[in-house]
């Protein structure tokens, strides 16, 4: 079916539920239901049902939570995750992070500080300030 796009059943099991162009600017609350990809600025809210995608061109000022977070442009302010979140090659980011797994590719920046959630006690989170500097070719 050629609408596949606005059907919530859909939507709910993680599929592509849309993206933003390069071009585009936001700002405010974005209440996203599934796998979404952003390559524009947005700034404010983010919360992510399943998997929200920042692009290389994307950028990000302000505050994220969802399921699962890769990040390959521009990230400033605070990530919460459920599951984990991907620093990608390119990706600069600056701020607090709040997950139960963390990868950083090699190539990609990271200052601020990363509290690690572990299942035994979410309250208690590990915290770990890091500044990664890596060399881009």
């Known amino acids: 079916m ?3 796009i606005f059907d919530r ?3 709910a099991s993680g599929e592509w539920s849309g993206f933003l162009e390069q071009g585009a600017r936001i ?3 974005l209440e996203l239901p599934g796998t979404f ?3 524009s600025r947005v700034k404010g809210s983010i919360v992510s049902e399943h998997v929200l995608i920042v692009g290389e061109r994307g950028s990000i000022e302000g505050d994220i939570s969802g399921n699962l977070i890769t990040i390959g442009g ?3 302010g605070t990530i919460q995750a459920r599951n984990r979140v991907e620093i990608q090659t390119r990706a600069i980011v600056t701020g607090e992070i709040q997950t139960p797994c963390l990868i950083i590719e090699p190539g990609a920046m990271f200052e601020g500080r990363c ?3 572990t299942a035994q006690d979410p309250s208690k989170p590990i915290t770990i300030p890091i500044r990664s500097i890596g060399t881009r070719t």
Do not use: F, L, P, T
Request: no cysteine.
């Open 2 to 4: 050629a609408w596949n």
């Open 9 to 11: 059943n859909k939507q």
């Open 27 to 29: 700002e405010g609350k």
């Open 37 to 39: 990809r952003i390559d």
């Open 74 to 76: 521009r990230m400033e």
């Open 115 to 117: 509290h690690i959630v």
